[in-house]
């Protein structure tokens, strides 16, 4: 039976987590790039929209969350091409909206989370490996793990792990996977040795804003109904993203000497990955507990990379991987049945086999995630080659790979460089000296 | 004529070109360089890493003068620029050997 109010507001929370993404995340991660990549950056979260898109209408939903073939491992392809989902909602997943209302909303979830990946070798990869990158691991990846998780016949859904919005569907499997590729692709040329700092960080900021903005679609839209258990999700996802910005703010304060605006706006995503999980399930008190603790630790997260030498370009292991597992075993201990009596209660309600089941679905979130993960890069680097080439990478990959440059000199000078050489044949005659005589 | 080049901060800009107006210069040209000297550059924080920044933002004040002004150019750009921190910046004076209005082809000091 459709219920008009939860059909609109799933609609209306799929066109807040396509925001996260493309100008959200693109934002996030375009400020944080040097100037000579940034429309690079910005493109790939649009193209992996774009090529997620569409293979979720083709196979990827059908994979997904398609009739279980077996084991929970894998939907089938009785799906495919979105054969059989239409506007009469189905019950094993949301029995008020059209089934091509949760279809959608699913569609966004899995095209930011290849998206949130490309933080980690940016500025490096060619656009053709990370286009096939991009596909390959939705396909893999995402579209099993997804399955396992939330699908009706999946194992890990089945076991009962609590992952009310994507913890580790989404940012564990993006945080690992980042990992694996910062590992493979190497380092930019020239880390750590020069400084590569984020060129404009209002951009940045800008992108942090749309995320959590977005994210109220992400997490509350994850009910599935405009209900109560979607008014608690929005306060927790609040609560938590300003908890974590200031647990980041003030640690930095402390260690550093200054709080700073990119600090805070990390601060605010970590929290947000970490309720994304927990949304759900728990309180107000635990989500401040929960953000605080996310923002601390994920200041530290950043660290890891200069520790161990690995090229984390903008810290998706930092943020999204730790969070990630941060948020899927704060689950296991803040849930709650009294807030939602359709999820399960956590080791501080008496409940330690919860924790147990977190675990196990962060675990197998990384024995996914991590080997295929490695074998895709392998089989991109071995067909289209992963990394932009020396020359490529040192001017650019806006101008490398996309023959493009973000911003153009505001000095009058600035034009005279500028030959327009393709139009310059065409209009030839009229730019003779003779022709401006006549 | 000489040339002086100024490099100040970019703080004491406006105070140096009304000086320099003051004594009599009737036209300069200002840009905006980074460098360094004693005053070493400046910390910045990235999400908690800290970067030390070698080049730090300076303005440099180019203006062409008759060899008779240049001494209370300089004594005006030191006294407009100066704060006593280290980073105050620099003046050199080297000799110009020709000047030409382009308008109307005017050479020599009355071409300033």
């Given at each position: 039976m459709i219920d008009k109010g939860d059909t609109a507001w799933v609609m209306v929370c799929s066109a807040l987590v396509l925001m996260m993404t493309i100008p959200g995340l693109a934002l996030f991660y375009g400020g944080m790039v040097r100037q000579k990549n940034v429309l690079a950056t910005l493109l790939q979260s649009l193209a992996v929209l774009c090529v997620v898109s569409i293979q979720w209408v083709l196979f990827g939903y059908s994979l997904a969350f398609g009739p279980d073939k077996g084991l929970g491992i894998i939907g089938g392809l009785d799906w495919i091409g979105l054969r059989g989902v239409g506007p009469a909602p189905y019950a094993g997943y949301a029995a008020t909206i059209p089934h091509t209302v949760f279809m959608l909303f699913q569609m966004m979830f899995a095209a930011i989370t290849p998206a949130l990946i490309a933080g980690a070798f940016a500025e490096r990869m060619k656009f053709s490996a990370f286009l096939l990158f991009s596909l390959l691991w939705a396909v893999l990846v995402y579209d099993p793990l997804a399955h396992w998780v939330w699908s009706e016949g999946g194992f890990l859904h089945k076991l009962g792990a609590l992952d009310f919005a994507g913890g580790t569907v989404v940012h564990l499997s993006s945080g690992t996977s980042a990992l694996v590729c910062a590992l493979v692709i190497g380092r930019r040329k020239g880390y750590p040795r020069t400084p590569m700092l984020p060129h404009n960080l209002p951009m940045t900021i800008m992108g942090a804003g749309l995320l959590w903005f977005g994210w109220f679609g992400f997490n509350a839209g994850s009910a599935l109904e405009a209900s109560g258990i979607a008014a608690n999700a929005f306060l927790t996802t609040n609560t938590a993203a300003a908890s974590a910005a200031m647990g980041w703010m003030l640690i930095e304060w402390k260690l550093r000497g200054k709080p700073t605006a990119l600090g805070t706006a990390s601060g605010a995503v970590a929290g947000l990955v970490a309720i994304t999980p927990a949304c759900g399930y728990v309180g107000p008190m635990a989500a401040i507990l929960i953000g605080f603790a996310a923002g601390i630790l994920c200041f530290g997260g950043c660290h890891l990379k200069t520790k161990f030498g690995y090229d984390d370009a903008l810290d998706v292991v930092g943020v999204h991987g730790l969070g990630g597992t941060f948020g899927a075993i704060a689950t296991g201990l803040f849930a709650w049945k009294a807030i939602n009596a359709g999820g399960g209660d956590g080791l501080f309600h008496g409940n330690a086999a919860q924790l147990g089941t977190q675990a196990i679905a962060v675990v197998a979130t990384i024995a996914l995630s991590a080997p295929l993960t490695y074998g895709i890069l392998k089989l991109v680097d071995a067909t289209v080659g992963l990394r932009a080439s020396e020359e490529d990478e040192v001017n650019g990959l806006d101008l490398s790979q996309h023959s493009e440059n973000a911003y153009q000199s505001g000095s009058s000078m600035g034009e005279h460089r500028v030959a327009m050489v393709s139009e310059a044949k065409a209009v030839e005659p009229v730019l003779t000296s003779e022709a401006i005589a006549r | 004529m000489k040339k002086i080049e100024a490099i100040v901060r970019p703080s004491r800009v406006d105070e140096v070109k009304e000086a320099l107006a003051s004594v009599g210069a009737s036209g300069m040209t200002v840009t905006e360089v980074k460098g360094f000297g004693r005053q070493k550059g400046h910390k910045e924080l990235y999400r908690g890493a800290e970067y030390v920044v070698d080049f730090v933002p300076k303005a440099r004040i180019e203006v062409v003068l008759t060899d008779e002004m240049v001494p209370q150019a300089v004594e005006a750009i030191v006294r407009a620029a100066r704060?006593?921190?280290?980073?105050d910046g620099k003046i050199f004076v080297t000799p110009v050997e020709e000047a030409v209005r382009v308008r109307t082809g005017e050479r020599g000091d009355v071409a300033l």
């Open positions: - | 704060t006593g921190k280290v980073g």
